[in-house]
C-alpha cells in the first residue's frame, strides 16, 4: 500500500454522489456544495434533503467568520431517486452509510456497477478495513476509504486507507480533491480497525468513562479537565511534538516513559454498559445546563472558528491550513474582464457576531469588509503571493468611510470596486456596498493605497504585470459614472 503521496495543483470534479446524508453526509455535501461542487446525494430516509441543507447552512455561517476571501459560486445539492442517479457521470462518490459491514458492502456494491470505471469510490467508514469493504467493488482498484472528523465542513483532517487492490493513483486523485476543498490529507500506511486518530481518540473516551463509572469524577468534571488544559495544547501539539528533537525525545521518555507501567489508566478495558451505569451518564448529563443541538453546533462551530483563527494568526497546525485553502479559492476566483462594470471584489453573510450594542453590524466592521474588498482586487491584479515576497504590495494609507444605512445580522451584502485613479506608484478605489434585494448603498469607502517595495518599505512603482493590469483597469473605469461621493475627501495630489 502506498504511504506517500504526490499532490499537483487542485482540479476539483464538477460533480460528486454522496450515498446517504447523516452527520458525516451532510458535513461532506456542505464542504463540496460551498466549495463550487455540485452534489447528487441519494438518501431515502423521510426529510433528508432538509437536514443536509441545515448543515450547509451551518457551513455557509462558519465559512463567512473563518474566511478572509469570497467563497466561489456554491454547486447545487440535489436529492436523487437512486443510487445509480447519485453516482451517475461523476467523479467522485463518497459513501457514508451507516457503520455496518454488510450494509456498507451492499451500497458500494450497487455503485461500482452503476458508476463508470473511472468514478473514484471512497467510504467514510470510522473503522473498517477497506479490503473488507472492496472484496465487493467491481474495480476494486479506485476504492478508499477517506475517513473525515464531525463536522466534517469544520475540522480539516481526512484519512486516506488504502486496501490490498487500491492503485497509487486513486490514494493521490483522492488525496488532490481533498486538499482542494481545504482538507488535510493523512495516509495511514497500514491496514487497521479505527485507524490513527479513532484509535487514539477512543483511548481517550474509554478511560473518560472508568472516570465516571468509578465516581472519580462527573462527566462535567471530566469534560472540564480537558477543555481547560491538554485539549488546547492538542491543538498545538500533538504528544511526540511536545519533546522537540530526537535528543529532546530521548531525554523525555527517559523522564516521563517508566510512569506509563504505572498503573494510572485502565488500558484497553471498558466498563460493563449496565442500566445503572448508562442512567448515571444520562443523570449527570441531564443535570447540565439545557441547550437545543442547533445551539450547540453554532456553538460548537463559532468556537472551531476561533480556535483555528487564533492558530491562523501563528501561521500554525490546522490554521495554515485555512491559509492554504484561502490560496486555492483565490487562484479559482474569477479573474478580472474588460467588461465596463465595477469588479465585484466581495460577497458576503453577515455573522451574528458582528452585531453592537443598538443590534446592528459594529462600524469597525465596515472597515473589516472593505479591507477584504481591497485584498481581493490586489488578488485579481496580481499583487499576491509570490509578486509581494519579491516586488512588494499596496498598502492602504488613507481611507474616507460613509454609511449611509445599516447592517444586520444575515444580511447578504456585495462590494463592488472601482478604480478612480493610478500612476505608477498610488490606487485610488472606490468600493459600493449594496445589501442583497436593495438598490441604494448601504456604505461606501474610498481608499488611497500606495505601492510599497518589499525589502525597503518605502513608496514605489508597481513592477509588469501589475503595474499594466491596473494602467489597463483604470483605463476601463474611466468610462463608468464617477460615484457622487467620490473625491470628497481624498484626491489624488
Not at 461500482?112 to 472492496?134: V, Y
Not at 488504502?162 to 476543498?181: D, F, H, L
Not at 483563527?309 to 474569477?334: F, H, K, M, V
Not at 459594529?362 to 477584504?372: D, G, H, P, T
Request: proline share 5%; with cysteine; hydrophobic share 40%.
Amino acid at each position: 500500500m502506498p504511504d506517500t503521496l504526490t499532490i499537483s495543483l487542485p482540479n476539483l470534479p464538477n460533480t460528486i454522489g454522496l450515498l446517504a446524508g447523516g452527520a458525516i453526509g451532510g458535513g461532506w455535501a456542505a464542504r463540496f456544495v460551498l466549495n463550487g461542487v455540485n452534489v447528487r446525494l441519494y438518501d431515502p430516509a423521510p426529510n433528508a434533503l432538509d437536514r443536509v441543507s441545515q448543515q450547509v447552512n451551518n457551513a455557509r455561517r462558519a465559512y463567512s467568520r473563518l474566511l478572509s476571501v469570497a467563497l466561489p459560486p456554491e454547486g447545487s445539492l440535489t436529492l436523487v431517486d437512486s443510487i445509480g442517479d447519485a453516482v451517475k457521470d461523476v467523479e467522485l462518490v463518497q459513501e457514508s452509510a451507516p457503520e455496518d459491514l454488510k450494509i456498507k458492502q451492499k451500497v458500494l456494491a450497487e455503485a461500482s456497477k452503476l458508476a463508470s470505471r473511472e468514478t473514484l469510490i471512497c467510504s467514510s467508514t470510522s473503522g473498517l478495513r477497506p479490503t473488507a469493504l472492496q472484496s465487493t467493488v467491481t474495480y476494486p482498484e479506485r476504492f478508499l476509504v477517506g475517513h473525515p472528523f464531525n463536522p466534517v465542513y469544520m475540522l480539516p483532517l481526512v484519512e486516506l486507507c488504502a486496501g490490498e487492490e487500491t492503485s497509487p493513483e486513486s490514494m493521490n486523485r483522492a488525496a488532490e480533491i481533498y486538499q482542494a476543498v481545504g482538507m488535510r490529507p493523512l495516509v495511514v500506511r497500514k491496514e487497521v480497525d479505527g485507524f490513527v486518530a479513532n484509535r487514539l481518540q477512543e483511548a481517550l473516551w474509554r478511560e473518560a468513562l472508568w472516570l465516571v463509572h468509578d465516581e472519580v469524577a462527573t462527566v462535567e468534571e471530566v469534560d472540564d479537565a480537558i477543555r481547560f488544559s491538554f485539549g488546547l495544547r492538542r491543538a498545538i501539539n500533538g504528544p511526540f511534538r511536545m519533546a522537540g528533537g530526537g535528543d529532546g525525545m530521548r531525554r523525555y521518555m527517559e523522564q516521563w516513559g517508566p510512569m506509563l507501567q504505572w498503573p494510572w489508566s485502565k488500558l484497553s478495558e471498558v466498563p460493563g454498559l449496565t442500566k445503572d451505569f448508562l442512567d448515571k451518564l444520562a443523570s449527570q448529563s441531564d443535570s447540565r445546563e439545557a441547550v437545543s443541538s442547533a445551539e450547540l453546533e453554532q456553538q460548537r462551530d463559532d468556537c472551531y472558528v476561533a480556535v483555528l483563527q487564533g492558530l491562523r494568526s501563528q501561521g500554525y497546525g490546522a490554521g495554515a491550513l485555512i491559509e492554504d485553502w484561502e490560496n486555492t479559492l483565490r487562484a479559482r476566483s474569477p479573474q478580472l474582464t474588460s467588461g465596463e462594470v465595477a469588479v465585484e471584489t466581495l460577497t458576503l453573510q453577515m455573522p451574528s457576531d458582528w452585531v453592537d450594542s443598538n443590534g446592528h453590524i459594529n462600524e469597525s466592521r465596515y472597515l473589516e469588509v472593505f479591507s477584504k474588498a481591497t485584498g481581493m482586487l490586489e488578488d485579481q491584479l496580481g499583487a499576491q503571493g509570490e509578486y509581494k515576497v519579491v516586488h512588494g504590495s499596496y498598502y492602504t494609507v488613507e481611507t474616507h468611510l460613509s454609511h449611509l444605512g445599516e447592517l444586520f445580522p444575515g444580511d447578504h451584502i456585495t462590494v463592488l470596486t472601482q478604480i478612480l485613479d493610478a500612476d505608477k506608484k498610488r490606487l485610488r478605489i472606490f468600493h459600493t456596498l449594496t445589501r442583497e434585494g436593495d438598490c441604494k448603498p448601504v456604505a461606501t469607502a474610498e481608499q488611497m493605497l500606495i505601492h510599497v517595495d518589499a525589502t525597503s518599505r518605502r513608496a514605489c512603482a508597481a513592477k509588469g504585470a501589475v503595474r499594466e493590469r491596473v494602467f489597463e483597469l483604470a483605463r476601463i473605469h474611466a468610462g463608468i459614472p464617477r460615484p457622487a461621493r467620490a473625491g470628497a475627501s481624498i484626491q489624488m495630489r
